[in-house]
C-alpha cells in the first residue's frame, strides 16, 4: 500500500505573526518556518505504518515555493521515501492544493493519502476535504486513530461530542488530529540521509491545474485588543467583583 | 439571493449552532432555507420550521443520510444547490467535515468559519489563530461557508415555515458509522454555556481536574473545558479542548485554572466577556487578557472560590 503524505510550509508555531502596517497581510520575512504541525503527525502516521508492514512507501508532497524543499527533506528525514513538490510562485488557496494533488494521486495511485487537518497559518481546514472530494473518496477527518486492513480503514475521530468510529473503504483520505501520535524528532543521521533520497520538482501546468486564486484578500487586521484587568487580592475579592462589577454571578 | 442552512442535529433535536447559523445567514439578506438531512428526523424539521426568519425546511428524511456520514450528506447538498447564492453551515466538526467537499464538488472556494459578514461576497475570517483577521472576497456564483458559532446570536424560534421533502440521493456506500462515544455529562454544553470553568496543565493530573473544576462548575451550573496541555496529560476527553483546534467559546465568564494562557489555548476563549484567570506564575501569559487575575495556590484558591460562591 502507497501513501501519499502532502506537507506545508508555514510560519513556525512559536513564532507570533505580525499583522503589516498597510493591512496587506502577516509580515512573514525573516521568520522562521518550519512544517505544518499536523503535517508532522500526517508523516509519523505514514512512516509507522510503512514500519509496521502495512505501507510499502510513504511519498511526501508539496505545493508552493521553492523553498518548500525544506520542507519535504524534513518529511524525508523523519521516514519518508520520496518527495514531490509542486514548485509555483502563486498564492495557492486549498482549492488549487487539493487539484494539484489530486492529479498527483492520479498518477501515483496511493491506497491512502494522509493529511494534516488544518495548517495553522491560513486555519482553513479544508484540503483533505477537498481532496476526497474530487477523487471521489471516502474521508476520514479528525482522526486520532487510524488501522487499516482489508482494503478498509477503522478510524477514530475527534468530533465535538467525544469520539467517532467510522470504516472507510479505501483508497480514502485522512486527516490528522493532535492526538494521532506523538511526532518522532528527526536524527542527525537521518537529516544526512534525507539528503539523498529522491526529490522531484513539476509545475501546477504539467499537471494541468489552474492554481488561479479564487478568493482575494482585501485586508488584514488586527484583531480587537483586549485590555489586560487586574489582579485581585484574594478569592472573597474576586466573588465580589464579579457579583457587583462585572455582574456575571 | 437565496440561502440554503445546513441543520447540524441529532436525528431528533436540533443542535443549537443551528440556530446561530440561521442568524448569520439572515445577515447575507436573501431568503432562506434550512436543509434537514437525517435518518427519522421528522421531529428536527419542525424544529427547523419555527426558527425566525426562515422561509421554508427541506427535508431529506433517508437512512444515509442518519450518520453524518460526509460523503452521501456532501452529495445531497450538491444535488440540492440550484437556485441558491450561499450555502452555510455552523464551523462545528460535523460542518467542517462536509463543506469543503461541498466545495470541492462544486468547484468553488470554500470560507471557513467566519465571524463577521461585510456584504454578500465580502467576509472577515480570523487567521494564525485569532492573531490576525482576514477580510475576503469571493468571486465564485456560490459562496460556500461555514460559521463560527460564537459570533452571531442564536436565531428565535417562534416562526412557522413550510417543509418540504426532498428525494434522497443515493447510499454512496464509502464509509459507515461504527459507533460513537460521546461524552455525557448534566453540565450545559461547552460551545452554549454562560459560565466555563476550564482547567490546565496547573492541575497536575486526573483526580485533581475532577476534584477541583467539578464542584465549582456544579455551584456555578458551568461547562468544564481544557487547555490542550490537560487533554494531551490526559486528564480530560478530548473534546473538553478550547483552543485553535478545538473547540472555541465565548462564555459571559471564562474562569482559566492552572492555564498559562498559549496563543493557541486563547484563540479559542479570547471573545469571553470576562476572563479570570487563577494561576501561580505572575507572569503567566494568561494575565495579560485576563479581567481579574488571581495569583496563588489553585490547590488552595479553587476550594476557597467554591465555598464562597456558594
Known amino acids: 500500500m502507497k501513501v501519499l503524505v502532502p506537507v506545508k510550509r508555514v510560519v513556525d508555531y512559536n513564532v507570533k505573526v505580525r499583522v503589516k ?3 496587506s497581510g502577516v509580515d512573514v520575512a525573516n521568520v522562521k518556518m518550519s512544517m505544518n504541525p499536523f503535517d508532522e503527525i ?3 502516521e505514514a512512516v509507522r505504518l510503512k514500519e509496521a508492514g502495512k505501507a510499502t512507501e510513504v511519498v511526501a508532497v508539496s505545493c508552493g515555493v521553492a523553498a518548500c524543499q525544506e520542507t519535504l527533506r524534513t518529511a524525508l528525514a523523519l521516514g519518508a521515501d520520496r518527495a514531490i513538490l509542486v514548485e509555483t510562485d502563486v498564492e495557492l488557496q486549498p482549492l488549487a492544493v487539493a487539484k494539484l494533488i489530486k492529479a498527483l494521486a492520479d498518477k501515483e495511485a496511493p491506497q491512502l493519502i494522509v493529511c494534516g487537518k488544518q495548517a495553522i497559518d491560513d486555519d482553513a481546514n479544508q484540503t483533505a476535504q477537498m481532496l476526497a472530494g474530487l477523487l471521489g473518496w471516502a474521508q476520514a477527518m479528525f482522526a486520532s486513530k487510524v488501522t487499516p486492513a482489508d482494503g478498509k480503514a477503522q478510524v477514530t475521530r475527534e468530533i ?14 485522512i486527516s490528522a488530529d493532535l492526538r494521532l501520535n506523538e511526532p518522532r524528532y528527526a536524527t542527525l543521521p537521518n537529516i544526512m540521509k534525507a539528503k539523498k533520497k529522491p526529490l522531484v520538482t513539476v509545475k501546477p501546468a504539467d499537471l494541468g491545474v489552474d492554481v488561479t486564486p479564487r478568493l482575494t484578500t482585501l485586508k488584514v487586521t488586527e484583531p480587537a485588543k483586549r485590555q489586560a484587568g487586574m489582579k485581585v487580592a484574594d478569592v472573597k475579592d474576586l466573588v465580589a467583583k464579579l457579583k457587583t462589577e462585572a455582574k456575571v454571578i | 439571493m437565496s440561502i440554503l442552512v445546513i441543520a447540524e442535529h441529532d436525528n431528533t433535536a436540533l443542535r443549537a449552532s443551528t440556530l446561530n447559523t440561521v442568524s448569520a445567514a439572515r445577515k447575507l439578506g436573501g431568503e432562506v432555507h434550512v436543509l434537514v438531512a437525517g435518518g427519522g428526523c421528522a421531529a428536527v424539521a419542525q424544529a427547523a420550521a419555527q426558527i425566525d426568519g426562515v422561509a421554508k425546511v427541506k427535508l431529506a428524511d433517508a437512512a444515509q443520510y442518519a450518520d453524518e456520514l460526509a460523503e452521501n450528506i456532501a452529495a445531497l447538498i450538491v444535488a440540492s444547490v440550484a437556485g441558491y447564492t450561499h450555502i452555510v453551515a455552523p464551523a462545528t466538526t460535523f460542518g467542517k467535515n462536509v463543506m469543503p467537499r461541498v466545495a470541492a464538488l462544486l468547484d468553488v472556494a470554500q470560507i471557513s468559519e467566519i465571524v463577521a459578514i461585510e456584504s454578500p461576497d465580502t467576509f472577515v475570517r480570523p487567521i494564525y489563530a485569532g492573531n490576525a483577521m482576514a477580510t475576503v472576497r469571493s468571486a465564485d456564483p456560490v459562496k460556500v461557508m461555514t460559521v463560527r458559532t460564537t459570533a452571531f446570536d442564536a436565531a428565535a424560534t417562534s416562526g412557522s415555515a413550510v417543509v418540504e421533502p426532498v428525494a434522497p440521493g443515493p447510499d454512496l456506500g464509502l464509509s459507515r458509522l461504527i459507533g460513537r462515544e460521546l461524552t455525557k455529562s448534566a ?3 461547552l460551545a452554549a454555556a454562560k459560565i466555563i470553568v476550564s482547567g490546565g496543565r496547573g492541575l497536575g493530573n486526573n483526580e485533581n481536574f475532577h476534584k477541583l473544576l467539578e464542584p465549582l462548575a456544579d455551584k456555578l451550573g458551568a461547562a468544564i473545558g481544557a487547555s490542550r496541555a490537560a487533554v494531551d496529560a490526559g486528564y480530560c476527553p478530548n473534546d473538553y479542548q478550547v483552543g485553535q483546534t478545538g473547540k472555541i467559546v465565548a462564555p459571559q465568564l471564562y474562569i482559566a485554572i492552572g492555564i498559562s494562557g498559549a496563543i493557541q489555548h486563547l484563540a479559542g476563549m479570547k471573545d469571553s466577556k470576562v ?3 487563577i494561576n501561580k506564575d505572575p507572569e503567566a501569559p ?3 487578557f485576563a479581567d481579574y ?8 484558591l ?8 456558594g
Open chain 2, 187 to 189: 453540565r450545559p454544553e
Open chain 2, 286 to 288: 494568561i494575565f495579560q
Open chain 1, 160 to 173: 465535538d461530542g467525544g469520539l467517532e468510529s467510522i470504516e472507510v473503504k479505501l483508497p480514502a483520505v
Open chain 1, 21 to 23: 502596517s498597510d493591512n
Open chain 2, 293 to 300: 487575575g488571581l495569583v496563588g495556590d489553585l490547590f488552595r
Open chain 2, 275 to 277: 476572563i479570570v484567570a
Open chain 1, 42 to 44: 500526517a508523516v509519523e
Open chain 2, 302 to 309: 479553587v476550594p476557597e472560590l467554591t465555598a464562597e460562591v
